[in-house]
């Protein structure tokens, strides 16, 4: 299942305070794959959101694959920033877990804490987050994870947004101890163009998933989208 943590294109709207948005993917990791991957869903949902308040800020997305047999899993995150003084450092706590067709995503529960960087004008910023990490009812639960999450916006006040996180965990698997996720984001934001209405938020754009010894694969695989996102902020 991947992760469409897209805490940092949340960030984009911090200055705002709120963010929803839709996106669907077309996933070419069964045409790229085809002997490992054959049976990979081809199409994910992903339902985001963001909210700020002046106690931190709350943000979750959910995943939702799908095959000519419908939906074939799904799959949830919702963490959230807590502080009671001023940026740049919060407190970190993240739910993550859900279920596919064959099987249950184990229960993980993730405190730490969270250093953001935002420049003035919010055209780029990133994150950088240290977690402990308890996956219930794992044969090796206790772990820890380490998260950075970037966007830059360019051209014509925001025409591309480049965004995206990398995740990097310890998890006992078959094919080792660590785990590798990144899934680096691009995006042109339609709405930004001189011959669109502003409030025309569609983006078109992608990701390429990267990973490593992730989903019950060994070694290193690249997995890339083509993408559509509608923006509700």
């Given at each position: 299942?991947?992760?469409?943590?897209?805490?940092?294109?949340?960030?984009?709207?911090?200055?705002?305070?709120?963010?929803?948005?839709?996106?669907?993917?077309?996933?070419?990791?069964?045409?790229?794959?085809?002997?490992?991957?054959?049976?990979?869903?081809?199409?994910?949902?992903?339902?985001?959101?963001?909210?700020?308040?002046?106690?931190?800020?709350?943000?979750?997305?959910?995943?939702?694959?799908?095959?000519?047999?419908?939906?074939?899993?799904?799959?949830?995150?919702?963490?959230?920033?807590?502080?009671?003084?001023?940026?740049?450092?919060?407190?970190?706590?993240?739910?993550?877990?859900?279920?596919?067709n064959q099987f249950s995503y184990k229960n993980a529960y993730?405190?730490?804490?969270?250093?953001?960087?935002?420049?003035?004008?919010?055209?780029?910023?990133?994150?950088?987050?240290?977690?402990?990490?308890?996956?219930?009812?794992?044969?090796?639960?206790?772990?820890?994870?380490?998260?950075?999450?970037?966007?830059?916006?360019?051209?014509?006040?925001?025409?591309?947004?480049?965004?995206?996180?990398?995740?990097?965990?310890?998890?006992?698997?078959?094919?080792?101890?660590?785990?590798?996720?990144?899934?680096?984001?691009?995006?042109?934001?339609?709405?930004?163009?001189?011959?669109?209405?502003?409030?025309?938020?569609?983006?078109?754009?992608?990701?390429?998933?990267?990973?490593?010894?992730?989903?019950?694969?060994?070694?290193?695989?690249?997995?890339?989208?083509?993408?559509?996102?509608?923006?509700?902020?």
């Amino acid at each position: 299942m991947r992760k469409f943590v897209l805490f940092a294109a949340a960030l984009l709207t911090i200055a705002c305070g709120e963010a929803q948005n839709v996106q669907l993917h077309y996933d070419f990791g069964h045409a790229l794959y085809d002997k490992d991957l054959h049976e990979r869903p081809q199409l994910t949902s992903t339902v985001e959101m963001f909210k700020g308040d002046k106690w931190g800020s709350t943000y979750f997305f959910i995943d939702m694959d799908y095959t000519s047999n419908g939906v074939a899993a799904g799959y949830w995150e919702i963490s959230r920033e807590l502080r009671f003084w001023k940026p740049p450092f919060s407190l970190h706590v993240e739910y993550n877990g859900g279920a596919s067709n064959q099987f249950s995503y184990k229960n993980a529960y993730l405190g730490g804490a969270t250093y953001s960087y935002n420049s003035k004008d919010f055209s780029r910023g990133f994150t950088l987050t240290a977690m402990y990490k308890y996956i219930q009812k794992h044969q090796s639960p206790n772990n820890f994870q380490l998260t950075g999450t970037w966007y830059i916006n360019l051209f014509n006040n925001g025409l591309v947004t480049l965004s995206g996180f990398a995740d990097w965990w310890r998890e006992k698997t078959d094919y080792g101890k660590f785990i590798f996720l990144s899934e680096p984001q691009y995006w042109l934001n339609l709405n930004k163009l001189s011959c669109v209405d502003d409030d025309f938020k569609l983006s078109v754009g992608g990701e390429v998933e990267l990973s490593n010894n992730f989903g019950g694969r060994d070694g290193f695989y690249a997995i890339p989208t083509l993408a559509v996102k509608w923006s509700f902020n």
